[in-house]
């Protein structure tokens, strides 16, 4: 599947994708232009937004990738980078997901990045299986929320468990099976 980058011109066709999620999973969530352009268009944070294009070269998902910063919702490290994956319910096991990852991870070499979190919902299975397959790994888990972690370069993943816990109060590291470099030991 194709992909490129996104642009300010995209931010209707990124809101229908959201909107099609929305209308397939029940999950609500904010899904207008204004949160399109400001959350993955023109965000200051932002590294790379990455779209997917079917054979008609019609928007069927996208993928942000931004650099967290301190104090972030979900108390991802300062520096790591955050993804959200979104394709359109049309368009799921086409490959769509994947062509993007390679885009950001790209992306992610590019800017110097070491570490990748991904949040997804507990009941989420098909985001849990897709960054599993992508390489991600649990690291942390709170109420409702699974965080998965990637390994831009190959590190130790008991190292990164450690760091996240040092900023994080309460909630468990689990050590995943090793991928893309990952190390289950110390
Ligand atoms: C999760 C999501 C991004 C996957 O995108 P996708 O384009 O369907 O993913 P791909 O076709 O590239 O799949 C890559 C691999 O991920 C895994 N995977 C993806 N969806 C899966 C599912 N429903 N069940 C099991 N495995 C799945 C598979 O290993 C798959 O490889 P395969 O098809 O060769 O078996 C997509 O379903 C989506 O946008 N869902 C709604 C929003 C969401 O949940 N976002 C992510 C969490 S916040």
Redesign the pocket.
Known sequence: MDTRMASIGDAAALTRVLRD?IDHTGRERPSDDAFVIRQYLANPASIRCTVALDAAGEII?FQSLIRAKAGNRYDVPEGWGII????SPR????????ALFRSSREAAEQAGLERIDAC?ATG????L??YE?MGFRTYRESTGIVQKLYGVRPVRLIHLCQAAMMSDHSPACRVGTAANGLSTTG
């Open positions: 999620i998902g959200g994956t979104h394709i368009a799921h096991r086409q490959g769509g997901g994947s997804i989420n299975a098909s985001g299986r897709y397959a």
